[in-house]
């Protein structure tokens, strides 16, 4: 079964706007939560990532947030530009699996000039 | 520096023919990994080498699928007798090793496998 749920499939913003993407996971053994943004014909490429010892992240406009009781974790892109339009992926794993990425399905984003 | 390259970056071919899809890493990184991209689905994981053994084959959905890895370096993916459901993208990701910390994966841009 997916073992992390992704959620919009698709999400439409203004540019300057908001946009924020959630994922919810089943399996506490998760302890690395990356996410990955994949432009058409590309390979995803990792945008951040966070560890479940801390709530917020923040790298330039992109925040993650993490809630570990709630078993869920965000990403906030603030002042969206038309540039960020692309497919957002997150993503989980443990340690004892040695890498291997459980993916959410993926949101298709498009920022509006 | 180059980052991961895959070869063919498309490959049309008819249903049960044998098909070997190719991945070179990142200079340096032990771990690779290969994923399934799927029309609408995410990213589904197929099997995880260190150095060129491969100690998670869990994600392989059939005996008809395999893969090595040669010098620590370039791996082969090879579907045998293709089935119409095996069309996706082929996507594989290299790593360093962090003796249990997670590094980061980098992907190459996959192989768009169309099955006629």
């Known amino acids: 079964q997916q073992q992390v749920k992704q959620s919009p499939q698709s999400l439409i913003v203004q540019k300057g706007g908001i946009s924020i993407i959630n994922c919810a996971y089943e399996?506490?053994?998760?302890?690395?939560f990356p996410w990955y943004q994949q432009f058409p014909g590309k390979g995803p490429a990792l945008l951040i990532a966070?560890?479940?010892?801390?709530s917020e992240k923040k790298e330039g406009r992109f925040t993650i947030s993490f809630n570990k009781s709630a078993k869920q974790f965000s990403l906030h892109i603030m002042d969206s530009q038309p540039g960020d339009s692309a497919t957002y992926f997150c993503?989980?794993?443990?340690?004892?699996?040695?890498?291997?990425?459980?993916f959410g399905r993926g949101t298709q984003l498009t920022v509006w000039p | 520096g180059a980052g991961v390259s895959q070869s063919p970056s498309n490959k049309v071919t008819e249903k049960g023919k044998d098909v070997e899809l190719r991945c070179d890493p990142i200079?340096?990184?032990?771990?690779l990994y290969w994923y399934r991209q799927s029309l609408g689905q995410g990213l589904e994981f197929l099997i995880y080498?260190?150095?060129?053994?491969?100690p998670d084959k869990s994600g392989l959905p059939s005996d008809r699928f395999s893969a090595e890895r040669t010098g620590g370096s370039v791996s082969t993916l090879t579907i045998q007798r293709t089935q119409q459901e095996d069309s996706a993208v082929y996507l594989c990701?290299?790593?360093?090793w962090g003796q249990g910390a997670h590094q980061p994966q980098h992907f190459g841009d996959g192989t768009r496998l169309s099955i006629l």
């Open positions: 993503a989980a794993s443990r340690g004892s699996t040695l890498g291997r990425l459980y």
């Open positions: 080498f260190q150095g060129n053994s491969a």
């Open positions: 200079s340096g990184h032990t771990a």
């Open positions: 966070i560890r479940p010892d801390v």
């Open positions: 399996n506490t053994a998760f302890d690395y």
């Open positions: 990701a290299s790593s360093l």
